[in-house]
């Protein structure tokens, strides 16, 4: 596994370790290669990267393209700026056709635009995305997880949209740790006054939350939903289905709070209580 730091790197290390076997891989960049830390993969691999300037639409539309013939594309780049302003092409020509094109957006969430101002900050996407057919979402909790999300990306058929941080982000999960493909990873089992469904880049304050209440004498149960519309969302039914012994249960992301992505909505039929 190659030395990363930051999602955004981890992206970057995934492509690469992936590429010498994978002639597949392929990666268009609006504008966007330093920013995704993949220029070292267009200087090793230039027929294989695409840049298509400050023009998200385009980006998308080509990367339909080179699905439909057997490519499997990477557009990476501020996650608003695919979500918003390549909205109808992610939709129409992507989700609609089922094409394998796979979407990586930086500067996620509530802790994304830290550096860059609210111009380079969006929570809005999880809403926006999970309103499109077909398509799969990861919500990696941090740098390891997301390189491990980027690899199963590649295996994944149909598309699939990644969500990136700013590059700060705290380690979380052992460095060789899987990206779960069932969904969910329950990570503290302390008792059942409530569960916290989590995903992202805020688990390790869940975790640290669960610390404190733990402290305070209230025992909860933190788990990790990694997969939001995953083909089968049955472990994470199991453990919604556990929950009844609880007295609650909540979701905490960073994420719009009307997105139905608030962890467990996409596998429920009713709202968290």
Same mark, same amino acid.
């Given at each position: $596994?190659?030395? /990363?730091?930051?999602?955004?790197?981890?992206? %970057?290390?995934?492509?690469?370790? $992936? &590429?010498?076997?994978?002639?597949?891989?392929? #990666?268009?960049? =609006?504008?966007?290669?330093?920013?995704?830390?993949?220029?070292?993969?267009?200087?090793?691999?230039?027929?294989?990267?695409?840049? *298509?300037?400050?023009?998200?639409? *385009?980006?998308?539309? #080509? %990367? &339909?393209?080179? %699905?439909?013939? !057997?490519?499997?594309?990477?557009?990476? +780049?501020? *996650?608003?700026?695919?979500?918003?302003? %390549? *909205?109808?092409?992610?939709?129409?020509?992507?989700?609609?056709?089922?094409?394998?094109?796979?979407?990586?957006?930086?500067?996620? !969430?509530?802790? !994304?635009?830290?550096?860059?101002?609210?111009?380079?900050?969006?929570?809005?996407?999880?809403?926006?995305?999970?309103? /499109?057919?077909?398509?799969?979402?990861? +919500? =990696?909790?941090? @740098?390891?997880?997301?390189?491990?999300?980027?690899?199963?990306?590649?295996?994944?058929?149909?598309?699939?949209?990644?969500?990136?941080?700013?590059?700060?982000?705290?380690?979380?999960?052992?460095?060789?740790?899987?990206?779960?493909?069932?969904?969910?990873?329950?990570?503290?089992?302390?008792?059942?006054?409530?569960?916290? /469904?989590?995903?992202?880049?805020?688990?390790?304050?869940?975790?640290?939350?669960?610390?404190?209440?733990?402290?305070?004498?209230?025992?909860?149960?933190?788990?990790?939903?990694?997969?939001?519309?995953?083909?089968?969302?049955?472990?994470?039914?199991? #453990? $919604?289905?556990?929950?009844?012994?609880?007295?609650?249960?909540?979701?905490?992301?960073?994420?719009?709070?009307?997105?139905?992505?608030?962890?467990?909505? @996409?596998?429920?039929?009713?709202?968290?209580?």
């Amino acid at each position: $596994m190659t030395n /990363f730091k930051g999602t955004r790197e981890a992206f %970057a290390a995934a492509l690469m370790d $992936m &590429a010498e076997e994978r002639k597949d891989i392929m #990666v268009l960049s =609006p504008d966007s290669l330093k920013a995704m830390r993949a220029v070292a993969f267009g200087e090793k691999y230039p027929e294989r990267y695409v840049e *298509c300037g400050i023009a998200e639409q *385009c980006a998308v539309d #080509v %990367a &339909a393209g080179l %699905a439909s013939a !057997g490519m499997t594309p990477f557009v990476g +780049t501020y *996650c608003g700026f695919l979500t918003m302003r %390549a *909205c109808e092409q992610m939709r129409t020509f992507v989700g609609y056709t089922n094409q394998n094109v796979k979407f990586v957006g930086v500067n996620a !969430g509530i802790l !994304g635009g830290e550096r860059e101002g609210v111009t380079h900050q969006f929570y809005e996407d999880l809403a926006i995305v999970s309103s /499109f057919p077909n398509y799969t979402i990861f +919500t =990696p909790a941090d @740098p390891a997880q997301c390189y491990h999300a980027v690899q199963m990306a590649a295996n994944t058929h149909g598309p699939v949209y990644i969500r990136g941080g700013s590059g700060r982000e705290v380690d979380v999960y052992d460095k060789e740790a899987p990206f779960a493909e069932s969904g969910i990873t329950v990570w503290k089992e302390y008792g059942k006054e409530a569960v916290l /469904f989590s995903n992202g880049y805020v688990l390790d304050r869940v975790l640290a939350a669960a610390d404190l209440l733990k402290e305070q004498g209230i025992g909860v149960t933190v788990a990790d939903i990694n997969i939001l519309y995953g083909k089968d969302p049955s472990e994470i039914v199991k #453990v $919604m289905g556990k929950s009844q012994q609880y007295s609650r249960w909540r979701t905490i992301t960073s994420t719009a709070v009307w997105a139905p992505t608030s962890a467990v909505w @996409p596998v429920s039929t009713s709202p968290p209580g």
